[in-house]
């Protein structure tokens, strides 16, 4: 069974920075890609981005440069490096992987806390 467990997320300070990390249970270089997702209070679950199994990257447009999505195969790891952070990004960060490309999320973690104070 498929598990993705992330971790690092929770408060900081506007301006500031967080990795947050997704560890999956098996080798993610059977996910054709995985991406982190959030979900910010009263909205919808958005995509923040993405990275393919060959090192293809693309972002939400709205977040301009401020974070990146990276991938270690050898760690079975996905990881979220966000920079300059605003309050506005507060929310649950989910990871998700995808066995085939254009279709639904197949797998989802269960989530970690971001909350930017002002």
């Known amino acids: 069974q498929v598990q993705l467990v992330e971790s690092g997320g929770g408060l900081v300070q506007a301006g500031g920075s967080l990795t947050l990390s997704c560890v999956a249970s098996v080798s993610i270089v059977e996910f054709h890609s995985m991406a982190w997702h959030r979900q910010r209070p009263g909205a919808q679950r958005e995509l923040v981005g993405y990275v393919t199994r060959d090192g293809r990257e693309s972002y939400g447009g709205y977040l301009e440069g401020r974070f990146t999505v990276s991938r270690d195969n050898e760690k079975n790891l996905l990881s979220l490096q966000m920079d300059n952070l605003e309050p506005e990004d507060t929310g649950v960060y989910y990871c998700?992987?995808?066995?085939?490309?254009?279709?639904?999320?197949?797998?989802w973690g269960q989530g970690t806390q971001v909350t930017v104070s002002s």
């Open positions: 998700g992987a995808q066995l085939q490309p254009f279709q639904p999320t197949d797998y």
